[in-house]
């Protein structure tokens, strides 16, 4: 009688075990801007950075924050320095154009201020890298694009052309 109980109780215990187990191994498929940021920044190494507000964003990106659902951006906090981490969530094709066209411009802006001043930061923004991830668009200029496409790809994230 108490070897039936005791094999139940380790029955028990067993499947809990394998329940847990299990749900821990399976691979998340929600991911915020913010976590995405979070992963990225502590992944690689960034010159001094500023989080950016609602009420700056539009003067860096051409956007106002009401154009995203929600964001995640930081920037150099010197000018002597490219290094970039935004994204952007967006709810649907016309959001996603806007950040789009938003970015292009702040990478224009980016490429024209340091072509002929710090030929280094220059060659960062060429480099960049520019991804989605579900409904995230994600910008990151820093020195190792490498680690960062790695990391975005093994999440799933596809290039934006």
């Known amino acids: 009688m108490i070897y039936s109980s005791l094999k139940k109780i380790i ?3 067993l499947s809990l075990i394998l329940i847990f187990a299990f749900s ?3 691979s998340r498929e929600e991911y915020s801007s913010f976590e995405i940021s979070e992963e ?3 992944l690689v190494t960034f010159s001094e950075m500023k989080e950016l507000s609602g009420v700056s964003l539009p003067s860096y990106f051409v956007f106002q924050d009401g154009n995203v659902k929600r964001y995640s951006v930081k920037v150099s906090a010197t000018g002597a320095s490219a290094d970039t981490l935004a994204c952007f969530e967006v709810n649907d094709d016309k959001q996603r154009a806007t950040v789009i066209s938003g970015i292009s411009q702040y990478l224009t802006n980016l490429s024209t201020a340091f072509k002929s001043t710090i030929g280094q930061e220059y060659n ?3 480099k960049r890298v520019l991804a ?3 409904s995230i668009i994600i910008l990151v200029i820093c020195n190792d694009t490498a680690t960062v496409w790695d990391y ?3 999440l799933g994230a596809k290039e934006v052309i």
């Open 132 to 134: 989605e991830f579900e």
């Open 152 to 154: 975005l790809t093994k």
């Open 124 to 126: 960062k923004v060429e």
């Open 24 to 26: 821990g191994c399976s």
């Open 11 to 13: 029955a028990m215990l």
């Open 40 to 42: 990225i920044y502590n």
